[in-house]
Nanobody, 126 residues
Framework: RVTLVESGGGSVQAGGSLRLSCTTS????????ITWFRQAPGKEREGVAT????????RYADSVEGRFTISHGDAQNLVYLQMDSLKPEDTGMYYC???????????????????WGQGTQVTVSS
C-alpha cells in the first residue's frame, strides 16, 4: 500500500522561503511521477511541480518557474519542494500525489493522480 506524507508548511512573509517534504512508503514504480499540487480556498487544485519517482525530468507551472525547485532527497522515498521568493498568491494547502504513469500535457493535471497525501498548509503574508 502506497502512502504519502507532506511536511514543512508554515507561515512566512513575502519574499521568504520554505522547503516542503513528501515522504512516501510502499511500492512506487520508477516511471510514476511525484507531483506537488496546491489549492487555495475557493480555487481549483493547481499542479505546481513534478518529477519522476526515479530520475528527474522536472516540470513546473509557469506561475512558479524560476522560484520553486523539486528534487529528490538522499533517501529514495523523499521528494522536496524548495520554494523561494514566495508571494501571497502562493498561499494554499500543498499536496503531493502519485499513482500512475502520467505524460505530456497531463503532468500537472490533478485528475490523473490517484494517490494523495493529507496536505500541509503554506501561508504567505504581504
Amino acid at each position: 500500500r502506497v502512502t504519502l506524507v507532506e511536511s514543512g508548511g508554515g507561515s512566512v512573509q513575502a519574499g521568504g522561503s520554505l522547503r516542503l517534504s513528501c515522504t512516501t512508503s510502499g511500492d512506487l514504480y520508477a516511471n510514476w511521477r511525484i507531483t506537488w499540487f496546491r489549492q487555495a480556498p475557493g480555487k481549483e487544485r493547481e499542479g505546481v511541480a513534478t518529477i519522476y519517482v526515479r530520475g528527474d525530468a522536472a516540470r513546473y507551472a509557469d506561475s512558479v518557474e524560476g522560484r520553486f525547485t523539486i528534487s529528490h532527497g538522499d533517501a529514495q522515498n523523499l521528494v522536496y519542494l524548495q520554494m523561494d521568493s514566495l508571494k501571497p498568491e502562493d498561499t494554499g494547502m500543498y499536496y503531493c500525489a502519485t499513482g500512475k504513469v502520467v505524460t505530456g500535457p497531463n503532468l500537472l493535471n490533478h485528475t490523473y493522480y490517484a494517490l494523495w497525501g493529507q496536505g500541509t498548509q503554506v501561508t504567505v503574508s504581504s
